[in-house]
């Protein structure tokens, strides 16, 4: 396989990730991440998760807390490594979302790491996010 179509699939994969956020979807994500103690997840201002349980109840509780989020993602940065198995995507979401009928947007950098699996499935192993200070917007209709 070619490295441009492995980035094409890790980016297909990226890409599902943030649909299955913007679909509050727990059934997605658990499709998506490697059930397995040693996968990290860190929200934004929150604590470290280590382990797929401790994962899947973050989302569990951002998604019974959440009435809308979109994302518009934009300069991502795809590197594959480990005889292409591991893949790392960096990339900016710009993110609109409610709280109490209120329209939010945020910039959060990103940082997810996916490995490919036996079935030749890329799993997400590393989740970690950080809020952008002094964020503007993007320019971009959606």
Same mark, same amino acid.
């Given at each position: 396989m070619q490295d441009d179509e492995i980035v094409d699939e890790v980016n297909k994969v990226n890409t599902e990730f943030y649909h299955a956020f913007e679909s509050l979807s727990v059934e997605m994500m658990d499709?998506?991440?490697?059930?397995?103690?040693n996968v990290v997840c860190i929200h934004p201002g929150w604590d470290l998760f280590n382990g797929w349980l401790a994962i899947r109840e973050s989302w569990v509780t951002i998604f019974s807390n959440t009435e809308m989020i979109r994302f518009i993602i934009t300069n991502t940065k795809v590197r594959i490594f480990d005889n292409n198995n591991i893949a790392v995507v960096v990339c900016l979401e710009n993110i609109e979302t409610s709280a109490s009928g209120q329209v939010i947007k945020i910039g959060?950098?990103?940082? @997810?790491?996916?490995?490919r699996n036996e079935l030749n499935q890329w799993l997400l192993i590393?989740?970690?996010g950080s809020s952008v200070t002094n964020y503007i !917007? !993007? @320019?971009i209709s959606s």
């Open positions: 499709r998506l991440w490697k059930h397995d103690d959060v950098i990103a940082t @997810n790491i996916f490995e590393h989740h970690h !917007p !993007p @320019n």
